[in-house]
């Protein structure tokens, strides 16, 4: 089983542009969850989504956008990319506990 | 609403001494509370996990978590530590198990371990 994959590892960006981080779990997990992780702290969550064709705003969904097409796939989207937008992002998915990808370092320059 | 205080950004520990990391959480619920282990440029591993069964919590690498309701604490121990058990732990509450939950994660606390 590869759990929960994201892509890519390392990225870095300029101001303005965008992208779309990958994230694919093969459990068949129905919740689906995006955290983002500033040095020093926690992680906070971006987007979420409950199944399919499903999803929600987190704690921090400023300038990211989220899409659920399949049980599977999770992106996350980056429209205009900013400095506050440094950071590390994990995709996670649960069922009865949660497992988390190894996370995307994006810096934004 | 729920919250997680970890009331130690950063702890020092000489190798086979005993590991003290302290949380305190609040919770509108009967909360259920993880640790989980993050090495660096690694993802997040969980510990262990509470989910209102024992209170007394055994993890994985010998450590463990007492649940005290009276004391909304969540204190991670381990009795003896290791080199390899330098890394930030995030102690973690829920408003419940299963799927759907929203974890709420506490800001952390880097354990450095000395010999």
């Known amino acids: 089983n590869a759990g929960v994959t994201q892509t890519p590892k390392f990225r870095i960006l300029k101001i303005g542009q965008s992208m779309t981080l990958q994230c694919t779990q093969d459990m068949n997990h129905n919740y689906m969850y995006w955290y983002r992780q500033d040095p020093g702290m926690g992680l906070k969550l971006i987007y979420y989504?409950?199944?399919?064709?499903?999803?929600d705003k987190g704690e921090v969904p400023n300038g990211y956008n989220v899409s659920r097409s399949t049980t599977e796939d999770f992106p996350l989207r980056l429209e205009l990319a900013a400095p506050s937008q440094t950071s590390v992002y994990f995709c996670?998915?649960?069922?009865?506990?949660?497992?988390f990808g190894s996370g995307t370092r994006l810096t934004v320059v | 609403a729920q919250s997680v205080t970890q009331l130690d950004s950063h702890v020092s520990v000489s190798e086979g001494t005993p590991v003290l990391l302290r949380c305190n959480y609040s919770s509108s619920y009967s909360p259920s509370l993880f640790w989980y282990v993050q090495h660096p440029n690694k993802g997040l591993q969980l510990l262990l996990k509470y989910t209102s069964a024992a209170t007394l919590v055994k993890g994985i690498n010998g450590f463990e978590a007492e649940f005290k309701k009276s004391e909304t604490s969540f204190h991670l121990t381990k009795p003896s530590a290791h080199m390899s058990d330098a890394a930030e732990y995030f102690c973690?509450?829920?408003?419940?198990?299963?799927?759907?939950?929203?974890?709420?994660f506490g800001t952390g606390t880097q354990l450095k371990v000395e010999l």
């Open positions: 973690v509450v829920s408003p419940f198990t299963g799927g759907g939950n929203k974890l709420t």
């Open positions: 996670a998915s649960s069922s009865a506990g949660y497992t």
């Open positions: 989504s409950v199944g399919a064709g499903i999803t």
